[in-house]
Nanobody, 118 residues
Framework: QVHLVESGGGLVQAGGSLRLSCAAS????????LGWFRQAIGKEREFVGA?????????NYSDSLKDRATISRVNANNTVVLQMVKMKPEDTAVYYC??????????WGQGTHVTVSS
């Protein structure tokens, strides 16, 4: 059973930075792509970015966030990190990490709340 746990959410000032972590089963990062998504109140879930979790892994991002978001692997590859800069009030959302293969995400964390103050 794949287990994903997000952490690092909270209150962020507009213009500030964000760092979220997703801890997963060790083997997961060798077998799955790890993605970040977010969902704001009244809006559909939005793709933020993803990383392949392989040696020499590549990352890809939503066009709207590619200039502000970075995804990386840390802690012996059992954790994937989302970093964002220049946070805006419209970035307020619940952020989720997910694991998937072949373009489909099958496993999801419970999410972590991020609130950006005006």
């Amino acid at each position: 059973q794949v287990h994903l746990v997000e952490s690092g959410g909270g209150l962020v000032q507009a213009g500030g930075s964000l760092r979220l972590s997703c801890a997963a089963s060790g083997w997961t990062l060798y077998r799955y792509t790890l993605g970040w998504f977010r969902q704001a109140i009244g809006k559909e879930r939005e793709f933020v970015g993803a990383i392949t979790a392989r040696s020499g892994a590549s990352a890809n991002y939503s066009d709207s966030l590619k200039d502000r978001a970075t995804i990386s692997r840390v802690n012996a590859n059992n954790t994937v990190v989302l970093q964002m800069v220049k946070m805006k009030p419209e970035d307020t959302a619940v952020y989720y990490c997910a694991a998937g293969r072949s373009g489909r995400y099958d496993f999801w964390g419970q999410g972590t709340h991020v609130t950006v103050s005006s």
